[in-house]
């Protein structure tokens, strides 16, 4: 019983496509190349008057039938397409020797790239072919000599670069020279070069358009024209046109397909195909047909170094052919990380100096004003400075002192009025502050005597007031509203503490509002469970508070959607609170956005370069105009948030110092809305708000 060869469950899937996408490439290619060499009358001969250098070299290429020009992915690319180059990731080195044993010739080749991720990639090439043993006879055919030797020799400087995802061009310029017996002669040429991938180019995002490539190279563009004895004798151009398809088979191979049509001036139309099978990263083998030739050959890879081998099966001796390369250093696309990275840490952290020495001045500027303030007894100006002060810089040792100094003002201001209640607030703050203050204990002990003077009071009423105005001073205000209603119940008549059970309500009323609206920027910044905590804390304060259910209605339905409100679509349906701040519409990113395409990749590739740029340009307005649309399709990519978000606190500082408050807030919402998760942005913000709501309250 006969078995039948077993194929891979791993393989399977992939073989109908690859082999049914190489059968069309190569017989439709086989069928156009007969056609054309039959119109053409081509009898696949070049009499001669090409150089043996057209060839071709370096075994993969030879051995796929010199069907090279859409593929040219190594150091020979040079020879068969030099836009190739302009792909190329690695350095490498590639040579190879051949002996035609028994006919007296021998050739070498050697090439080198140089890749660079900001300049292209250069390639530096060596041919030479030579013939030993050449009869030199006279007009007699008489033998002169039986030792002459002819070579052909061939310096190549080349350059190639990537235009694009799906282009690359490359050029090579040439010296030949040719040596025969005593005569010799040079002369330079160049050779152009093309890739594309089709289907990229059209926008495609399939992956058959990744793997399709075709190649144009046109040899000798500029011919060379050399003369050993008489005549000057060109070396003619030649075009070659070419196309590739690369297929995966299983993990880790793949079966490469090519074909290459080439005409060269005033001579023949030649066909070349090749086939490449990989089943494992280590080992190729190929097969090709050149010009009518058969040839087959086998890579093997280990690590960096490759060696290749190829037969040739010429009807006269067949030959063998043997060659090496090498791989070295990093991948261009691993350099350009490298340095992306490296300048993305360098202008990170100038961005954070410059933002660090921006607020040093500002801080230093803000401490002047306010001791100058200070000193003329302005105390509100003096106070607003210090609030600002304590934005920039909360831990800022030097505030304390303002803080003191402004407070001693404050408290004998309302002490000339007789406003003992108000001076109690004040000096208690002030003992919080310097709890060893002589000066303000002596005057807080004076001012309770004379409020006690003033409202007869029993030991147990003065007992509640004392302890509800210490609640107060220290921010326990419903301790403190709970002193002062039991003082009025024991005293309905005392002024004291119907005054400041008045102040309470009014500290409570604001406090509530402005944890509802920090609870509402929380919701548009996506972070639900802070944005909770900051309605229980409201809810506590103020149970009734009529804007707390609405805001609590409006957050659980955002937290429900899981995702960001539409600012137009939602504006409507937030909670009415009651505020001078004009409405701040931010556009923000949506949770779960659909998958970013390759086209959008591309694009925010060169939208963050661009950014980039500007910014290393001093165009920092138009370096964020770019990192927006980058991240408004893709947050996370590169350091996109991080720069704005520094962009966003410094431009909000900026706007602060110069006293433009809605200026700073819009700028830290910004912030906020691109790093949701910074405490130093939400706390710029936070206390940006609780500044404006202090200026309100002054205000009326």
Known sequence: MKHRPRIPNSLRPALPGAMAGITVLLVVGFAIGTAVDSALGATGEDDGSRSILADGAGNRALALGGAYAAIADDASAVIWNPGGLGWLQRREFQASHTNLIGLGFNEQYASFVLPSWRWGVGSFTFRRFGVDGIEQRD??????????????????????????????????????????????????????????????????????????????SVRNAIEPSLRLDQEQVPDPTGIRIGSSYKHPLGKEGWVLGTLDVEKTRELNNHLHMGLEVCLVPALSLRTGLNRGTLVAGMGVQWQDIGIDYIFENLTDNPIHRFGVSFQFGPSRDEKQMAARTEAERDLQKRLASEFIRRNDERRIELLQRARAALELGRTDEA????????????ENEQVLELEIGILRQEAQALADVDDFAGTIVVLSHLLEL???????????????????????????????LDQAMDNFAAGKLLDAKAGFDRVLALDPNDSEARSMVERTALVISGRVNDLLEHARVLGRAGNFPEAHEKLKTAQVLDPENHDLASTRTWLNRLEKEDRMPDPVETASEEPKIETTEPAVLLPVAPVGPPPVTQSQKREMAEMYERGMTAMQNGSADQAVHFWELVWSIDPAFQQVSEYLKQYYLTRGMEAFVAGKLQDAVRSWENAVRVSPDDSKARGYLQRAQDQIKRLEKMAG
């Open 139 to 216: 007009s007699r055919n008489l033998l002169l000599a039986d030792d002459l030797t002819y070579a052909e020799t061939e310096f190549t400087l080349a350059y190639g670069r990537q235009l694009a995802t799906a282009w690359a061009l490359g050029g090579g310029l040439k010296l030949r020279r040719h040596c025969l017996g005593d005569f010799n002669d040079s002369g330079l040429g160049i050779d152009l070069g093309l890739m594309v991938k089709p289907g990229q180019a059209a926008g495609v995002g399939e992956r058959w358009a990744e793997n399709l490539t075709v190649g144009l």
């Open 383 to 394: 106070a607003e400075l210090v609030a600002m002060i304590k934005v920039i810089d909360p």
């Open 434 to 464: 310097a709890p060893g203050d002589s000066k303000a204990t002596l005057m807080l002990a004076r001012i309770r005597n004379a409020s006690d003077s003033r409202t007869a009071r029993t030991e147990e009423i003065r007992s509640y």
